[in-house]
């Protein structure tokens, strides 16, 4: 992965957190990080 390509991500990652906490006051934000951990919970469970 480029510099390039590694800057517009992340900028992408930014102003997609902005929208939530502007838009949405970080619910969405909050109900996908907590699918992410269900989602690790389930994953460590085949270790």
């Known amino acids: 992965m480029?510099?390039?390509i590694?800057?517009?991500l992340a900028l992408l990652i930014?102003?997609?957190v902005i929208a939530d906490v502007?838009?949405?006051g970080g619910h969405a934000m909050?109900?996908?990080l907590r699918k992410l951990?269900?989602?690790i919970e389930y994953i460590a469970v085949w270790r």
């Open 2 to 4: 480029t510099d390039r």
């Open 6 to 8: 590694a800057v517009i």
């Open 14 to 16: 930014v102003a997609a």
């Open 22 to 24: 502007a838009l949405n």
């Open 30 to 32: 909050v109900f996908l």
């Open 37 to 39: 951990s269900d989602l």
